[in-house]
């Protein structure tokens, strides 16, 4: 059984920065890609960034810049540090792994969730 837990939500003013963290846990063999994805009240889940094991970095273009997408493979951990955030950020944020298991292969995971506020 793998899981991925979120931590570093919470409510921010607008204009300030937050770092998320996602770490992944149980019988793991190996992780491909990590990332991050954000639902916003009413709107469909949607990328934020991804990053493969050799740290090779994609982002959705509306937040190039502003976000930074990082991952420490030996504490199978992904993080997104989030700059200069606007209230059009306030979303759940999800991590998910592309997670290699015994017997299984590979699956992809995600998180619960963590809440990102941003107050104007």
């Known amino acids: 059984q793998v899981q991925l837990v979120e931590s570093g939500g919470g409510l921010v003013q607008a204009g300030g920065s937050l770092r998320l963290s996602c770490a992944a846990s149980?019988?793991?063999?190996?992780?491909?890609?990590m990332g991050w994805y954000r639902q916003a009240p009413g709107k469909q889940r949607e990328l934020v960034a991804t990053?493969?094991?050799?740290?090779?970095?994609n982002y959705a273009d509306s937040l190039k810049g502003r976000f930074t997408i990082s991952r420490d493979n030996a504490k199978n951990t992904v993080y997104l540090q989030m700059n200069s955030l606007k209230p059009d950020d306030t979303a759940v944020f999800y991590c998910?792994?592309?997670?290699?298991?015994?017997?299984?292969?590979?699956?992809?995971?995600w998180g619960q969730g963590t809440q990102v506020t941003v107050s104007s």
């Open positions: 990053i493969t094991r050799g740290g090779s970095a």
């Open positions: 149980g019988t793991i063999l190996i992780i491909n890609d």
């Open positions: 998910n792994a592309d997670v290699r298991v015994p017997m299984l292969g590979y699956a992809k995971y």
